[in-house]
């Protein structure tokens, strides 16, 4: 499955720790992830993470693309609700490909472990159908 991964400045570092910890469930996916996100989750795990553009720099408008060509099966999206980022519209347009193409979203740590361990148990197999 395809999962996306992207975090803000501040989550970053808690990106880096769950993908560690998940990192056995995580190296059996392809991980798609904003250009600096991907790097340091590269850093701290060794697994090969397909890489975008930064953020700010069109890499969730990336993501939004390959969601919208149902190309993506899950997205993680690690965000800091306390401090809202200058391209916030592009969180939402994120938001609501997902919600279109029915792909699972998780935007803080207790729904991305739920994800993660749908996913390791079977659970969102139904996307190999839906596409």
Aim: hydrophobic share 40%; net charge negative; aromatic share 6%.
């Amino acid at each position: 499955m395809n999962i996306g991964l992207i975090a803000h400045d501040s989550k970053k570092k808690l990106m880096q720790n769950f993908c560690i910890a998940y990192r056995g469930i995580l190296n059996k996916h392809e991980l798609y992830a904003t250009g600096t996100t991907g790097r340091l989750i590269e850093e701290v795990t060794n697994l090969n993470v397909h890489k975008y553009l930064a953020g700010h720099l069109g890499g969730q408008q990336q993501l939004a693309s390959q969601i919208e060509h149902n190309d993506m099966d899950m997205v993680i999206y690690l965000r800091d609700p306390l401090h809202p980022k200058t391209h916030e519209p592009d969180v939402n347009d994120v938001v609501r490909l997902c919600d279109i193409y029915n792909i699972p979203f998780a935007t803080n740590l207790a729904t991305a472990e739920l994800l993660i361990k749908a996913l390791d148990r079977g659970d969102l197999e139904w996307r190999e159908v839906y596409r």
